[in-house]
Nanobody, 115 residues
Framework: QVQLVESGGGLVQAGGSLRLSCAAS????????MGWYRQAPGKQRELVAT???????TYADSFLGRFGISRDNAKNTVYLQMNSLKPEDTAVYYC?????????WGQGTQVTVSS
């Protein structure tokens, strides 16, 4: 089992930045993929970015250049740096860990961007 706890969300003005963190605990294997997803009100959950334990990253096209995913394997923590935030980035941001074909989700952290 893996437990994920997100933090760093909050209220920010348009054009501002936030850095989200996701701390993983429990049985963490050396090979896994961590990711950030988000769900806006009335919309489906969507992929933001993923990062493998080796550091390979992927991004959904709409986040390239504005968001950056990184991880600290020693701390079992993944980060999402969000820059140039827009009101449409308002959503609950979720962390996910995939290892050995099992998916684990955090409880989410709210990000609200005011215009």
């Amino acid at each position: 089992q893996v437990q994920l706890v997100e933090s760093g969300g909050g209220l920010v003005q348009a054009g501002g930045s936030l850095r989200l963190s996701c701390a993983a605990s429990g049985t963490i294997f050396s090979v896994n993929v961590m990711g950030w997803y988000r769900q806006a009100p009335g919309k489906q959950r969507e992929l933001v970015a993923t990062i493998t334990s080796g550091g390979t990253t992927t991004y959904a096209d709409s986040f390239l250049g504005r968001f950056g995913i990184s991880r600290d394997n020693a701390k079992n923590t993944v980060y999402l740096q969000m820059n140039s935030l827009k009101p449409e980035d308002t959503a609950v941001y979720y962390c996910k860990c995939r290892q050995r074909s099992a998916d684990y989700w955090g409880q989410g952290t709210q990000v609200t961007v005011s215009s």
